[in-house]
């Protein structure tokens, strides 16, 4: 007859048999990385622009400041119709220009009379920034605020101390008098023969970060976002987010090229932000129209699709509204958005790779690529030789797909610097460098495949994927008359 096994020892026979050791740590993130704001600005990928004042009256770009207040009379104005464009495309913060070069307010600023309060507008009481920002909160998106340090009204302006002051009170009002502010703008631009002026950026900065502490700050220096170097929504090939503050200057037009690819060596995080006008310009224009359709996904395939946020303005008319034309356009770019994004025949593919930190089970798995949760992620085990692969197998060889979607887990760093593209062991992508939030090819022409492998040749560290993806679409190219 058998003796009975002592409980404490079937207890201790049980957790070592079956009682795993505890999961690997998540690997250490590589320096820099994102605050929590610029990790959510981030994960908008779209934001919206306005450009509204005495530009969209005069049919202008640039205003001289000489123009009379008289002249701002938006007699249909709506801004909530205003944030039911944004909507249409399904953004989740607009930004309007609050004082554009010409010095003219939308609010009545204690510091001017150069503002609504002297316009026809509601009888000289308006206050667009005021409807802005409430029509904006109602609907559930955020706000952020232009203000140009160019003032070509202001007489102070070219007084280094006087003007400094009275753009901080300017600024003060803004950050103070409208709720939660989460980004504000702030650029170089000016022209070639206006007055030598110096700018405070580091008290404006400083003053800004007291009053919201959780804004983000644009500009040519960041220091939380910076310009991607050109207005036509196109980031480089290579799109780091790290880059040197130290190596910025606001409005240096030499470091475009820099800002456009920021730079592998990077100690500071600061993402690049893409402007573009869904018109030829940025103010509306009477004799202007909407991009077409193709322009438009291939500009996000050149800002969202190279690890950028696209800032698309689209300017309000004369009459205070977003033109019929331009809404219904911003209508078509978010259904083809969605259209090309809906399906995704990577889902439920088998998923190996070279290694998997802490093994199958060990929660860094392969697999975590296509489960659909961009907070998971696959990470390898690390080795000397810096090379890795993924490779997603048994897809659906009867669905084509002509857009390839690769997403790095950024909060813990961006890391890899060269990769390629394999399906069924050829070569579609030789020369991938930089990846970040997200990274799209779109082919040249629809394939099917049994197999589709990724391999990363250079990574700052073990890379972290989130996510693979592979989508068709239907769309016809844009291609561009400056190349014909």
Known sequence: MRKAVPLFLAILFYQSKFSLAKPPSPPLPVLPVPSSSQLKWQRREIIMFFHFGVNTFTNSEWGT???SPTIFNPTALNTTQWISAASALGVSLVILTAKHHDGFCLWPS????????????HGGKGDVIRNFVTAAHAGGIDVGLYLSPWDRHEKSYGLEVPYNEYYLGQLYELLTNYGSISEIWFDGAKGA???????????WFGMTKQLQGSINIFSDAGPDLRWVGDEKGSAGETCWSQINRTSLRIGDASLERYLNTGDPRGTDWVPPECDVS???????????????????IDIYYKSVGRNCVLLLNVPPNTTGLVSEIDVKRLRQFRSAIDKIFKEDIARGSVVKASSERGGEHGGFAASNVVDGDEETYWTPEENKKGSYWIELRGLNQTAKFNVVRIQEMIRMGQRIGRYEVYVDGKAIVRNGTTVGHKRLHRLERPMTAESVRIRITESRGPPLLAVVGLHFDPFKPWVSTDTL
């Not at 204690?110 to 507008?121: G, K, M």
């Not at 023969?193 to 580091?202: D, E």
Request: hydrophobic letters at 30%; charged letters at 20%; a positive charge.
């Open 278 to 296: 869904i018109r030829p310009g940025w103010f509306w224009h009477e004799s202007e129209k909407p991009k077409p359709l193709n322009q438009l």
């Open 110 to 121: 204690r510091y001017t009379h150069h503002s609504v309060a002297l316009s026809p507008w």
């Open 193 to 203: 023969n206006a007055t030598n002026m110096t700018y405070y950026f580091k008290d």
């Open 65 to 67: 400041g000489h123009e």
